[in-house]
Nanobody
Framework: QVQLVESGGGLVQAGGSLRLACVAS????????MGWFRQAPGKERQFVAT????????SYADSVKGRFTISRDNAKNTVYLQMNSLKPEDTAVYFC?????????????????WGQGTQVTVSS
């Protein structure tokens, strides 16, 4: 059974940092494009960051550029999202996603596998 399991969410004050991790199982993800998305209450799911299969190519939403960093460790089937200088508007459920094509994508429809999400809450 294919699974993506996110961890690392929590409550943090504005200006703080969190590191999210997404562990994949059930198949080999080393050749997949991976992405992070988020959804705040009452809002649509939005793109946050994406990385290609070997980590060379990344892309970020303008709202997180310069503050968030996506990375991956294919040996551990894990993708990370380092989040620094967090703001209250970053509060959302963060989802990890995988697509069986090694190219990164900013479009949620491009992803085949999704995790259940981890809550990130940033207090002011």
């Amino acid at each position: 059974q294919v699974q993506l399991v996110e961890s690392g969410g929590g409550l943090v004050q504005a200006g703080g940092s969190l590191r999210l991790a997404c562990v994949a199982s059930g198949r080999t993800f080393s050749g997949d494009g991976m992405g992070w998305f988020r959804q705040a209450p009452g809002k649509e799911r939005q793109f946050v960051a994406t990385i290609n299969w070997n980590g060379v190519s990344t892309s970020y939403a303008d709202s997180v550029k310069g503050r968030f960093t996506i990375s991956r460790d294919n040996a551990k089937n894990t993708v990370y999202l380092q989040m620094n200088s967090l703001k209250p508007e970053d509060t959302a459920v963060y989802f990890c996603a995988a697509r069986p094509i090694g190219v990164a994508s900013t479009k949620s429809i491009a992803y085949e596998y999704w995790g259940q999400g981890t809550q990130v809450t940033v207090s002011s």
